[in-house]
Nanobody, 127 residues
Framework: QVQLVESGGGLVQAGGPLRLSCAASGRTFDDYAMAWFRQASGKEREFVAAFSWFNGDGDTTYYGDSVKGRFTISGDNAKNTVYLQMNSLKPEDTAVYYC?????????????????WGQGTQVTVSS
């Protein structure tokens, strides 16, 4: 019912910035939470950041420990899009980044809490 499409991934040098986008379609609820997860080759899926807004009344953000101070999540409700601005990228950030959404205003940091997932976009950070 809800489709998520990530974009913006690519190859970037260590220390550089990159911005990912996730466009949602078919969403029924105006108030919801969205998140970014990532999965490196041979590793488990890891929480990156989450975002929740209330029809323009405000927002809430939360970040995984490994990206605090470097990544920023934000959203554009009018476009049904969430962004992940990644700065000071490190080779360890290399992974497939997935967008997720859940029909709740409550922030969650575990993947079972999310109802919908995108196909992922590859981010590769070179040394």
């Amino acid at each position: 019912q809800v489709q998520l499409v990530e974009s913006g991934g690519g190859l970037v040098q260590a220390g550089g910035p990159l911005r990912l986008s996730c466009a949602a379609s078919g969403r029924t609820f105006d108030d919801y939470a969205m998140a970014w997860f990532r999965q490196a080759s041979g590793k488990e899926r890891e929480f990156v950041a989450a975002f929740s807004w209330f029809n323009g009344d405000g927002d809430t953000t939360y970040y995984g420990d490994s990206v605090k101070g470097r990544f920023t999540i934000s959203g554009d409700n009018a476009k049904n899009t969430v962004y992940l601005q990644m700065n000071s990228l490190k080779p360890e950030d290399t992974a497939v980044y997935y967008c997720a959404a859940r029909r709740s205003i409550v922030i969650a940091t575990v993947d079972p809490a999310y109802d919908y997932w995108g196909q992922g976009t590859q981010v590769t950070v070179s040394s």
